[in-house]
């Protein structure tokens, strides 16, 4: 283990988690993380970033041609959390509980973000 190699930023956001855009385009957007790509440091949240793609018809695969909208990823710095307990986008803490399990924690209300 190198204390070099530690240079890549950890991905406090996982699947499934709340967030909200905060910058570009769909500032001010949430939804769910869809996905997450660690090694471009990306997030996919629902609704956001939507671009449309024009897909020529391949009847061997059953795609139909035409323009389909999807999700595109966004940088992590762009998007925040958004805390259950008081509904704003926060900061993601840590907190180590007695037995060792480190869980994740709003910044603004202490309250913990994972279920
Ligand atoms: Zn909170």
Redesign the pocket.
């Known amino acids: 283990m190198s204390a070099q190699a530690a240079r890549k930023i950890t991905i406090q956001l996982r699947k499934g988690d709340q967030v909200k855009v905060m910058v570009g385009r769909d500032a001010g957007k949430s939804g769910r993380v869809l996905s997450v790509n660690p090694s471009k440091n990306t997030v996919v949240v629902e609704h956001a970033n939507i671009i449309k793609r024009h897909t020529r018809p391949n009847p061997s695969k059953n795609i139909k041609g035409g323009i389909v909208e999807k999700e595109g990823p966004i940088n992590i710095s762009k998007v925040m959390m958004i ?1 259950a ?2 509904g ?1 986008h ?1 900061r993601i803490g840590h907190k180590i509980s007695p037995d060792g399990t480190k869980s994740r924690i ?1 910044r ?2 202490g ?1 913990g973000l994972d279920k």
């Open positions: 805390c307990s008081c704003k926060t709003c603004r209300c309250n």
